[in-house]
């Protein structure tokens, strides 16, 4: 793969970027939701394994 051929992937994929890049069907609140809710239960399952300290 040559510089140039790489860096007219990396235009074309720039060029898509300005229509804001999200699908319609993810919403902020809810992916940040989800990711909070794994992270929490993340935390107490390690919790769960250092019950000796």
Request: charged share 15%; aromatic share 6%.
């Amino acid at each position: 793969m040559s510089l140039h051929s790489t860096a007219a992937n990396l235009v074309s994929l720039a060029e898509g970027a300005e229509h804001g890049g999200n699908h319609e069907s993810l919403q902020p609140w809810m992916t940040g939701g989800g990711a909070l809710l794994v992270l929490l239960l993340l935390l107490w399952i390690t919790t769960r394994f250092n019950r000796d300290r």
